[in-house]
């Protein structure tokens, strides 16, 4: 679901800012005594891994990045939001299956199964290469989609026609029509850039048995299909948990709720479950993600026009 | 590519059966559909035989095997349809069987296949790697399998094709009494070609192409067996008049050019070709634009406009020559897939029109239904499309997806 790019500082860089500001609230004493703890498991094993100190420490000590304080809303919210992508730096790439189950206002409900590649580039103002390929429904088995992701312009994108053998490169400003006939629209879950919104922190207050800092973003692109969202982010692991899309009118369109997160590789999170309710039509998808792969051994000649044709 | 066990599960159905070791990463897969066919003919064929309804049924399998990670498989996709009134549009054809390669930025290909180049909607002149497989469709989309050697290789400075073709298939023609069909048959066992090996001639086609920015950028050449065959007036063996179809040995050069931006696509595509001695020139192009989110709901409608050009002018050869193309195209973007493809050809010297509808939308899960109407107007004699001129059809496909 979230994926980011941009790299903020090196780790070395973060660990003096983490030092610094440690003497500021929003942060958890158990956390930091086991912090102490692994510092010192650390600095013995410094002798024998020099190269792992500071690594090791700065990833540690991220859980206690602080933030603007509420007399600035906006710099807290750009601020938190940096410290989400920041959680997903270095993921690599990733390959997960996606099966999106559809219902309408009646009850009825659709599937599709897919399957999403994705390629992190840490090049800054430049988003994630995607490659999607769908298994379901069968007539469109093999149809597949190629982005690389911009951040403030139209992401570039071709389309693989199986049956014509077509690779079409297709307009991508239609970002915020619904997806595969669901209720998540392409820009709903294409990379998260920090740089596509602008944030503004509203309030922090309970999300189910968390804490979320709740903060209000706008799409700073063209061509999107919100005038804003209302995002709530947890204060321990910094994903998304709910998110409020308001419509071209301002009016609530959709909802988002994100559960079933799961720890990668010990340090990415991903949801499994993206609820999207549309409260103007009364229909609702469900996207279950399985089969998570991280490194998954993909490098750019897997997001090239002749990969797209023969993606399965 | 990575293609995980679970999908093969949750489609038990496509899962025939595993591998075991040594092939214990591999994976086999076979999907596919059955489509009966409706045809109703409003008009009376004027040629004896023709009939105003017909049924036929059509039936694609596609088999494949992966291993090695995805970068070796074998795709093999056999195709047949059977018809109730054309003995020529009952045949059976190989889609695809091949066997790749891939290594990093190389893929190696052996065996059928096809391959498209091009970027317009409705005339497709650069695509000249496989034969249309004209009793299927009159768009020239539907091809037929092309025996190759092709090597594919991706750098920073932009993807190279090259293709070795020892094997020329020919074109599909519908037999007397099919629709819609030339009022003078084509007799295919009168076949002949400009090269001495016949339909054993090598062919040999590359293409360079990349994208700059907005614009992507194909360049292409192509020599030998033309695709497009020339018609010579003959007799059959029994005395009747018949079309004799040649094909000659052609050398051609290709460009096709796209650029994308925003909401608007400009296409233009054309080439240059030497055949029995003289070059000629034909060249299409034109504009896509899609009104997103139209009036504030998910449907989407698209306009198109093209223009197809001849450089020999309004000739017997090529019904394209100086022809305006207008399109309609809307997408619900429902659960359902639905959509509406409506398109007029005008030949701009004739007024001959061809005005075709396409609609299409899935039933459940697995089933597409098409629905086609073709008519052709204001045909004169000197138009090639005269034959067709009382060929208006309505066409109903329903596929069975598995």
């Not at chain 1, 999170?269 to 998808?285: I, P, V």
């Not at chain 2, 007036?233 to 005395?239: A, E, R, T, V």
């Not at chain 2, 925003?262 to 029995?276: A, I, M, N, P």
């Amino acid at each position: 679901m979230t994926r980011f790019s941009i790299p903020d500082a090196n780790p070395i860089v973060r660990l003096t800012v983490n030092l610094k500001e440690e003497n500021q609230p929003m942060r958890k004493n158990a956390l930091n005594l086991h912090n102490l703890a692994l510092a010192w498991i650390i600095a013995a094993m410094l002798v024998i891994v020099p190269v792992g100190f500071s690594t090791a420490i700065a990833e540690e000590l991220a859980g206690l990045d602080t933030l603007p304080g509420a007399d600035d809303p906006a710099a807290r919210g750009l601020a938190i939001a940096k410290e989400t992508e920041r959680r997903d730096l270095g993921f690599g790439n990733t390959s997960a299956n996606m099966r999106m189950i559809l219902t309408n206002a009646y009850g009825e409900t659709s599937e599709r199964e897919l399957r999403n590649l994705v390629l992190e580039i840490t090049e800054e103002n430049e988003g994630d290469w995607s490659l999607i390929v769908f298994d379901k429904p069968r007539d469109v088995d093999g149809t597949a989609l190629l982005s690389y992701a911009h951040i403030l312009d139209p992401d570039d994108q071709w389309m693989y026609l199986p049956a014509v053998k077509r690779v079409k490169r297709i307009s991508s400003v239609n970002k915020s029509g619904p997806f595969m006939g669901s209720e998540f629209a392409f820009e709903d879950f294409s990379s998260q850039e920090v740089g596509k919104y602008s944030y503004n922190w509203l309030r922090d207050e309970a999300c189910g048995e968390r804490m979320c800092h709740v903060t209000e973003r706008a799409p700073l692109y063209e061509y999107s299909g919100y005038t804003r969202q209302i995002a709530w982010t947890d204060t321990t692991d910094y994903q998304p948990r709910k998110i409020e899309y308001y419509d071209r009118k301002d009016q609530l369109l959709k909802t988002l709720t994100l559960t079933d997160y799961r720890l990668y590789e010990g340090k990415y999170w991903r949801a499994h479950d993206l609820f999207m309710e549309n409260h103007q039509t009364g229909k609702n998808t469900r996207l279950v993600w399985s089969d998570f792969v991280f490194q998954a051994g993909l490098t750019e000649s897997d997001f090239t026009t002749n990969a797209l044709k023969r993606a399965r | 590519m990575k293609k995980f066990q679970s999908t093969c599960i949750a489609s038990a159905l496509t899962c025939g059966f595993a591998f075991t070791t040594p092939l214990s990463a591999a994976e086999f897969e076979v999907t596919g559909f059955v489509e009966p066919e409706l045809q109703v003919f409003p008009n009376r064929g004027n040629v004896a035989g023709q009939k105003q309804f017909n049924s036929s049924v059509a039936l694609e399998v596609t088999a494949e095997l992966f291993w090695d990670n995805g970068d070796q498989f074998i795709v093999f996709k056999p195709f047949a349809r059977l018809d109730q009134n054309d003995d020529n549009r009952t045949h059976a054809d190989i889609r695809e069987l091949k066997y790749t390669y891939v290594n990093g930025d190389w893929e190696f290909r052996v065996g059928i296949d096809k391959v498209f180049w091009g970027v317009t909607e409705v005339a497709h002149l650069v695509d000249i790697i496989n034969q249309t497989d004209q009793v299927e469709s009159l768009d020239g989309e539907e091809k037929l399998g092309q025996p190759m050697i092709s090597v594919s290789t991706v750098q920073d400075f932009g993807i190279f094709d090259f293709y070795l073709l020892p094997y020329f298939r020919e074109r599909t023609f519908q037999s007397r009494g099919g629709r819609p069909a030339f009022d003078i048959p084509v007799d295919e066992s009168q076949t002949m070609y400009g090269s001495k090996d016949k339909r054993r001639n090598l062919d040999f086609a590359t293409r360079y192409s990349n994208t700059f920015e907005d614009w992507d950028v194909g360049i292409a050449y192509f020599q030998g067996t033309g695709r497009d065959p020339v018609f010579i007036p003959g007799l059959d063996s029994g005395g009747n008049p018949v079309l004799i179809p040649l094909y000659p040995q052609i050398k051609q050069a290709s460009i096709d050019i796209q650029a994308t931006m925003d909401g608007w696509l400009y296409k233009f595509e054309g080439f240059w070709r030497r055949e029995l001695g003289e070059e000629r020139i034909q060249a299409t192009g034109g504009i896509e634009y899609t009104f997103y989110q139209i009036f504030d709901t998910a449907n989407d409608l698209g306009i198109v406009a093209e223009y197809i050009w001849d450089d020999r002018g309004a000739n017997n050869a090529n019904a394209f020559a100086n022809d305006a193309v207008a399109g309609l195209r809307w997408t619900a973007n429902d659960e359902a897939s639905t959509a509406l493809l409506l398109a007029s050809v005008v030949d701009l010297d004739t007024q001959a029109a061809s005005i075709s509808l396409e609609a299409e939308r899935r039933f459940g899960d697995d089933y597409f239904v098409s629905l086609e109407a073709r008519i052709f107007e204001n045909v004169p004699r000197s138009d090639l499309l005269f034959s067709f001129s009382d060929d208006d059809f309505v066409q109903l496909r329903v596929a069975r997806y598995f």
